[in-house]
């Protein structure tokens, strides 16, 4: 079943803030707060990368954000951070886990790669609230996204907004070889070499369409 991280306005991504707890082969997860993915200032991206760099650290610039490590450094009581795809939609629901993000800062922008773990996929949403539900640990997915953030890194700053781009018709999430082979090593793909890698990702119809969410909100 083919998602992507994008919707119409009125029904806006939204990013949850959960606590996690062990029930043998089942976790429950109990909702704390909303929370931000992009953002120099509120997003969770930037926050933790502000503490990763040096005042060496230059484009192109490689970086992986765990999010684990990163809920522990920054948000001491969450040990989950939901993307909830459609949080107005009443007869559905679409919740995903991120678990890794990278990213490739280079030229002004940072193209980046979220590794999310399926939750609730277009489930009944009569059967399930959000607040507090049990999930099975079995059954659960892998899924890789992209999307894109103008924002970098020069002489060991931050620079830019480090929000994501507002809709529009070339919203494309375009990556070069160096770029795309990063990530399909980062992905697992470790036999994707240099060479290999000489298409965009629209190429691949890996792409976000134009009507992009502000994923910054939040």
Do not use: C
Not at 192 to 211: E, F, G, N
């Amino acid at each position: 079943m083919d998602h992507s991280l994008t919707t119409d306005q009125e029904d806006t991504v939204a990013y949850l803030l959960y606590k996690t707890m062990d029930r043998g082969d089942d976790e429950d997860f109990q909702l704390l707060r909303q929370s931000g993915l992009g953002g120099s200032n509120s997003g969770i991206i930037a926050r933790f990368l502000r503490g990763a760099v040096t005042p060496s650290t230059e484009e192109p610039w490689k970086w992986h954000v765990p999010m684990a490590e990163a809920l522990r450094a920054l948000e001491g009581d969450a040990n989950a951070f939901v993307i909830d795809l459609k949080p107005s939609d009443q007869h559905f629901v679409s919740l995903y886990e991120v678990r890794n993000i990278w990213g490739f800062s280079a030229d002004g922008w940072t193209p980046i790669m979220l590794e999310l773990e399926t939750l609730l996929v277009d489930q009944d949403a009569r059967a399930f609230n959000k607040s507090l539900f049990r999930l099975a640990r079995i059954g659960r997915e892998q899924v890789f996204t992209f999307l894109y953030l103008s924002g970098s890194v020069t002489n060991g700053y931050l620079t830019g907004t480090w929000n994501f781009p507002r809709p529009s018709a070339t919203n494309s999430v375009l990556l070069w070889p160096q770029t795309l082979a990063y990530f399909m090593e980062q992905a697992g793909y470790r036999a994707v070499a240099m060479h290999q890698a000489k298409a965009t990702v629209a190429s691949l119809d890996i792409r976000v369409p134009a009507r992009t969410t502000d994923l910054s909100s939040g």
